[in-house]
């Protein structure tokens, strides 16, 4: 059985050697070229995996002209949807040969070391999520032909991006809930100027407006759960108590809910709730959320699809891609008495 010669990591001199075959045909035979006989061939893998022999990444990346890496920026990380999209950015990332680095975490908005980071490392692209993406941002990544994709929300600037369509799934929840017969809704907003927050908060109200139903009270909720909590306590001691409560997230209906419970009331008997986004916990039994479920795993497809295409032409037009969520129906709501007229009415107009 070959043995590594010397304590380094094995290389394509190192095979070459104990295959008694010349450093080119190593090389070819590595990359599966149908040239060398596929006996030199197995014997020459069968080698390298022995010796466990990796490719240098970095040796590949000048003859590819692409590292491989992809960077990505978070946003909020109490919020779990955030790291269930990065797990399943994980995956199909993985599957296509790519690895991530993880750039930023949190609110704030991106810093230019940032963004300097994704020139430093070589980055074939970026994904971005983070609430707030600043022109000089982009600036800097068109500058260098950086490919850029964000995520989660539609950027003003002229990026590519894919988004739930947040719009169609506030309009489903509050149509769902005027159809059980719903009047006092009240409205716990997200995050302040963004996309995803707006849009959802856009198409609730056009859905109380077609029957003539306006909001009873918005409060903001900032997309966190200790803001949920705070709204659910202002709508129980406010003067005007609402029979259905739809928070922008699902974090703050969790929150929302929590806070209700606390002062003796029912879900859904006394108030219904319902949030969006789908996350892990709205399915648990103590609050079974009804809610909109983000196509998470066709998000990061749709993402990654386009993130390659400006990889392979940096010049191409900027895209926006919109994909309808699915309506999770729960226990946290009323419900219509005719619920499968509803829905099929719902799923017939595109809104789930």
Known sequence: MPTRHGPGRPTIETISEAAGVSVSTVSRALKGNRRISERTRTAVVEIARQLGYLPNAHARSLVTRRSGLIGFVMGDVYNPFYPEMLDSLVQR????????????????????????????????????????????????????????????????????????????????????????????????????????????????????????????????GGSTYEGGLAAGHALVQGSKRPDAVFAIN?????????????????????????????????????????????????????ALDLLDARMKEPDAPAENAFIVGALRIRTSARLPVDLPTTIESLRERGLI
């Not at 609110?107 to 980071?117: G, Q």
């Not at 108030?271 to 479920?293: E, K, M, P, Q």
């Open 250 to 302: 699902d974090i703050m209906a969790l929150g929302v809910v929590d806070a209700l419970r606390e002062h003796g009331l029912r879900i859904p008997e006394d108030i219904s709730v319902v949030g969006f986004d789908d996350i892990h916990a709205a399915s648990w039994s103590n609050y079974d959320l009804t809610t909109v479920a983000q196509p998470i795993d066709a998000m990061v497809e749709r």
């Open 93 to 220: 990332a993985t599957a296509r040969g790519l690895r991530l680095m993880v750039l930023h975490v949190g609110r704030k908005p991106l810093a230019m070391s940032t963004i300097e980071s994704l020139l430093q490392y070589q980055m074939d692209g970026c994904i971005i999520t983070s609430a707030e993406l600043t022109s000089k941002a982009a600036e800097v990544c068109r500058t260098h032909r950086l490919p850029m994709v964000a995520m989660n929300r539609v950027p003003r600037l002229n990026n590519c991006a894919v988004s739930c369509d947040n719009a169609a799934g506030g309009r489903a929840l509050g149509e769902l809930l005027v159809a059980a017969g719903h009047r006092k809704i009240a409205i716990v907003a997200g995050a302040p100027n963004t996309s995803t927050s707006g849009d959802r908060e856009a198409g609730i109200v056009a859905a109380l407006s077609r029957s003539k139903v306006k909001p009873l009270v918005r409060l903001e």
